[in-house]
């Protein structure tokens, strides 16, 4: 690769800019829309004029017939690069989308009324617009494939856009549901094709045509990719959607559904075409599709009185004429489908803006409420004609110039040995589609008016027919010069497309007495007969039975939603003794498959010996577990077991060398019990006995082959030597995090990235739980909760001693805290602790004291403390790149305070401060929501003071003289 | 020491899952805790027993114990402190909307007034 200046290099990121700017621009329009509809639509037009001018400096270049590009490797095992390159294909494209849509963004700020919300529209237009350049101007094939999937999503957001319309929704779905589907396809005929080639880069790709055509999957690549493209730009079978897709805003189907989604198909067969084309199946299968759909949706157009529909199924059709073009494998047949693209794109863009002044200005758009309209609103009509013209390819407009081409290829076209085939079904599709175009022509905007309308139509605003007006002067300057016009852009496409040099043809209006213009005379002249009998040939049309597409799909769909609710039925059928049973029992099949292949003898560590302290804590342990098991219909029971057990887990932990773990398990222990506790005096105290003695067996059963195996696992690892990458961790705590506790050092220094995630994940479940304990509960649930009275409690609620206990306690506890959390770094303790026995010390209050109590003395809320602490520890990794050094990094040093000695200020306390605040904010969040939704269910209200026998009045609030309040005084805080 | 705390974690996990496939939502969750227990000593047993040898580092001890067990472990522990009172409060609210506390959807809604 050469060395290129540091200006070729920024003018190289330009090329990746084109595409990104849309994806930028996008987030622009939901925020600029406070300010204004005609900002907004500046702000949307102004990202699209960048984007157009960037594209624009590569034109030089582009014509030259160089090939610009840029290229990042981004996830090169998987063959993925960032890599974009501007062709002239690639150009035409993106020139088209800019281009076209620079035309309708000025449109639609006309279009859309003051109740939609623009800012929306703006976005999604944006979002859609950068995913089109992505497919025209990505140089690999998966990059390719993931813009394609953007487009299909985002237009269905476009499509869906009046979300009040139930067409408006369901035609969204029909477009995601087919074009999703060929979407999938695509994906694997790309991965065939990648496989194939053995790279997913474009040009390596399309180098390797002969390998790829020999080889023996081409054809399913063949076939899937063309699924791909035949579903997106609506070929027959599957042209049925892009109709239904109509009843999106009218600027999204004149941008979308003719100039440049629909297209993409097309673009992709253009794009394959050096790979795939040329071959017998490539000609068969994608010459005859074009065909037919070109023929038949003609037909259906003729009979469509939405002005809408018809200009949509015409689409279709003269897509399948592009289609068809390409499928012909000729450089010449290639050359005119490209030619046709630009054509299509200026006058069918031009009329469905039109049709949808009409519908805007009329408040109808049904051809048979309309005529005469050429008398009321000259202007539009008058474009309108004018593209009418060039669709129906009547001289001089540039549709008659590809037309001409397309039946002078057909003409010569033999079809699996017969040579009549195309030439006539090529005709006809041309009759029919003059036509429509006569019918969209005589029937809407001459002749007389029929009828009052639902509004007084009148030319509107510039700013919405100044649009047409740019593609109609575009219709008629290529028609009268196209070599002049376009000439250069075709041959330069043309050339990318085919991958050798454009043929050297002249687009010109005449050739001659060929015999394309001789089909074109009948197909007029028919085609004007047809109108004629417009009458009698619809009745006729009406009186055959014919497929509906839309009904035909909504059964298959609902065949389809039947059979996965069948399925999904069969396997959850909503029991979660079921799934666990399931998925324990395949645990359990995973480990015996293990151990059957394994060794079974215990390993040859030296076994630590038994203290009789551990024996009787074993005892306690497996005496506790077992009352649970008996007696666990006793709830009460129950939840003094289960602690009992955390205690011996806690203590377990003492003796095996791990004193962080039991500070931390005991004091979970202390919250665990009272959330449990607090849970348990809403819910019922007792389990009923509902299970049979059969599957009372049977779990037990599981549970028993269970506990067997991981005890019998635990066993054998433990008597196992092993590697341990702890050696790192224990020489580096002092030297490089700066403390002696090596779990605390570990915790908030070496993985303090794990420990940044869990605090989230702690803040989040906190934010659920608060969440489900709303404060404003509803319906079933409060009146519920009123129900559940008091059923045994106690005289005296808040008992004086442990009211004045707690209140001692407090700032006792919380010196215990700070006590834990500084000296956490060096011996065991640290802020999940300290944050729990804090948590616990606040805790006790409101077990004490009462909710409503604790609660008017709180001065701050859970919610930010858990949300500081967060920042806090983000904060402090973050400092670290203020150093220059990755996230997270720390540093410390000693400082020596009186009385406490020489303490060591590590930024690792500044994060582990972080993690003190957020524990401390989830467990008294947690519980304090758990014990204001207890306060509901008591009829009473709760004593505001701190005990239920009140001493003496309390005169004047804070003099008190009665020496027990005088103790509460001075636990307890001002 | 390593047979009885592997068939103490055995024990635990025994109850956690007999607990686990009752119909109710309250043995659920203390199944659940059991099987926390269970699941939090078996990873610490992953660093292997070590009596009196703390990973705390001073300049008079002769070994230390694997730290890193402990450190997932401990915040294992605060972690299942978390799910643990997002599930019972699930149960809770679950109770209060439906009147019933089994665990299986569509299940009677009897009880409700209790």
């Known amino acids: 690769m050469q060395r290129r200046g540091p200006g070729a290099i920024a003018s190289l990121m330009n090329i990746a800019l084109i595409v990104l700017l849309p994806f930028i621009g996008a987030i622009l329009p939901p925020l600029m829309i406070r300010a204004g509809r005609a900002i907004c639509t500046t702000v949307t037009a102004c990202t699209t004029l960048v984007s157009l001018a960037l594209l624009l400096v590569q034109a030089p270049a582009v014509f030259r017939g160089e090939v610009p590009a840029v290229r990042w490797e981004w996830l090169p095992q998987l063959g993925l690069d960032a890599s974009f390159r501007i062709d002239g294909l690639a150009f035409l494209f993106a020139f088209l989308i800019l281009f076209i849509g620079l035309l309708i963004i000025l449109y639609a700020r006309h279009y859309l009324s003051r109740e939609d919300p623009v800012g929306r529209f703006f976005a999604f237009l944006l979002l859609f617009q950068g995913a089109m350049l992505g497919i025209v101007l990505s140089g690999n094939l998966l990059l390719l494939l993931v813009f394609w999937e953007l487009t299909t999503l985002s237009s269905f957001l476009l499509i869906g856009y009046w979300r009040h319309l139930p067409e408006g929704r369901q035609g969204a779905r029909m477009a995601l549901a087919v074009t999703g589907l060929g979407g999938l396809a695509l994906i694997g005929g790309v991965l065939l094709l990648g496989q194939i080639a053995g790279s997913f880069d474009l040009e390596t790709v399309l180098a390797q045509g002969e390998a790829i055509k020999a080889s023996p999957l081409y054809l399913p690549a063949l076939i899937l990719v063309l699924l791909g493209a035949f579903t997106k730009s609506a070929q027959f079978p599957f042209h049925f959607w892009l109709p239904h897709a109509m009843a999106a805003p009218t600027p999204v189907s004149a941008y979308l559904h003719s100039a440049t989604m629909v297209k993409a198909g097309i673009f992709l067969l253009a794009r394959l075409w050096p790979a795939m084309a040329g071959t017998d199946a490539w000609f068969l299968a994608v010459s005859l599709t074009g065909l037919l759909t070109m023929g038949i949706a003609a037909w259906i157009a003729l009979f469509k009185d939405d002005l809408k529909a018809l200009l949509a199924f015409s689409t279709v059709s003269h897509l399948g004429l592009v289609t068809m073009l390409l499928g012909m494998g000729t450089k010449l047949a290639a050359m005119a489908g490209i030619f046709h693209i630009i054509n299509h794109a200026s006058f069918k863009a031009g009329l469905f803006m039109s049709a949808g002044i009409v519908d805007h200005e009329t408040g109808t758009r049904d051809i048979r409420r309309l005529g005469g309209l050429a008398h009321v609103m000259p202007i539009t009509a008058t474009l309108a004609i004018l593209a009418t013209l060039s669709m129906a390819g009547i001289p001089p407009f540039n549709g008659f110039i590809s037309k001409e081409m397309m039946l002078e290829e057909a003409a010569h076209t033999v079809y699996a040995g017969n040579d009549w085939l195309f030439p006539v079904l090529a005709t006809l599709a041309a009759l029919f589609s003059v036509a429509y175009s006569a019918r969209f022509l005589f029937h809407g905007f001459l002749g007389e008016t029929r009828g009052p309308l639902p509004r007084k139509p009148h030319d509107p605003p510039a700013g919405m027919w100044l649009p047409v007006a740019v593609l109609v002067a575009l219709v008629v300057a290529i028609g009268l010069f196209p070599e002049q016009v376009a000439g250069g852009l075709v041959d330069v496409a043309t050339a990318a497309v085919t991958g050798a040099p454009a043929p050297a043809y002249e687009l010109a209006l005449w050739h001659g007495i060929t015999p394309s213009l001789l089909m074109s005379g009948v197909a007029v002249a028919g085609g004007l007969v047809l109108l004629a009998l417009y009458k009698p040939v619809n009745n006729l049309r009406e009186a055959t039975p014919r497929p509906e597409a839309k009904r035909l799909f909504d059964g298959l769909i609902r065949i389809c939603v039947a059979a996965a609710a069948q399925v999904s039925d069969r396997l959850q059928n909503g029991s979660l003794q079921r799934y666990l049973a399931i998925m324990l029992v395949a645990a359990i099949a995973v480990g015996a498959v293990a151990f059957a292949g394994g060794t079974h003898l215990p390993g040859d560590r030296p076994i630590q010996p038994v203290t009789s302290t551990a024996v009787v804590l074993w005892v306690l342990l497996a005496g506790a577990s077992l009352g649970a098991l008996l007696l666990h219909r006793n709830r009460l029971m129950t939840l003094i077991l289960t602690s009992l057990v955390g205690l011996v887990v806690s203590l377990a932990f003492l003796g095996l060398s791990a004193p962080d773990l039991a500070l931390t398990q005991i004091s979970v222990e202390v919250v665990t019990t009272i959330l449990m506790l607090l849970a348990l005096n809403l819910l019922p105290k007792e389990t009923p006995r509902e299970s049979r003695a059969g599957q009372r067996t049977r779990d037990l059963g599981i549970a028993v082959l269970a506990g067997a195996g991981v005890a019998a696992a635990a066993f054998a690892v433990m008597t196992r030597g092993f590697e341990t990458i702890s050696d790192f961790h224990l020489a580096q705590a002092k030297p490089g995090g700066g403390g002696t506790n090596v779990v605390n050092v570990i915790l908030v220094d070496f993985r303090g990235y794990d420990t940044f995630g869990e605090i989230i994940v702690l803040g989040i479940a906190a934010l659920a739980i608060f969440a489900l304990l709303d404060r404003n509960l509803r319906g079933a649930a409060a009146r519920r909760i009123a129900t559940i009275g008091r059923v045994t409690e106690s005289m005296d609620a808040h008992p004086l001693i442990l009211v004045v206990a707690t209140r001692v306690l407090l700032p006792l506890m919380l010196m215990v805290a700070a006590f834990i959390f500084l000296r956490g770094h060096n011996q065991p303790g640290g802020g999940f602790i300290a944050g729990l026995v804090a948590a616990i010390a606040f805790i006790l209050q409101y077990v004490a004291s009462g909710f409503a109590w604790a609660r008017d003395r709180a001065h701050y809320d859970h919610h930010s403390m858990i949300g500081v602490g967060v920042l806090v520890a983000g904060l402090t990794g973050v400092a670290a790149w203020i150093f220059g050094r990755p996230f997270l990094t720390s540093a410390f040093t000693h400082v020596h305070l009186p009385l406490i000695g020489d303490v060591e200020i590590a930024s690792a306390m500044a994060f582990d401060l972080g993690v003190f605040a957020t524990v401390l904010g989830v467990v008294v969040l947690a519980l304090a929501n758990l014990s204001r939704i207890q306060s509901l269910a008591q009829p009473e209200p709760v004593p505001a003071g701190p005990m239920d026998i009140v001493l003496e009045p309390q005169a004047g609030g804070a003099t008190v003289e009665t020496s027990a309040a005088a103790i509460t005084a001075t636990g307890g805080r001002p | ?114």
């Open chain 2, 1 to 114: 020491m390593e047979l009885l705390v592997a068939s103490a974690i055995g024990i635990l996990t025994a109850t956690g899952v007999y607990l686990l496939l009752r119909g109710r939502t309250f043995p659920v969750v203390v199944g659940l805790s059991f099987l926390t227990y269970g699941v939090n000593v078996f990873l610490f047993a992953m660093g292997r027993l070590t009596l009196d040898a703390p990973p705390i580092i001073d300049e008079a001890a002769a070994s230390y114990t694997d730290p890193l067990p402990q450190a997932l472990v401990l915040t294992a522990i605060v972690i299942s402190f978390g799910m643990t009172a997002l599930l019972v409060v699930l149960a809770l609210r679950g109770y209060l909307e439906r009147g019933s506390d089994r665990v299986e959807l569509g299940a009677a809604e009897e009880g409700a007034e209790t």
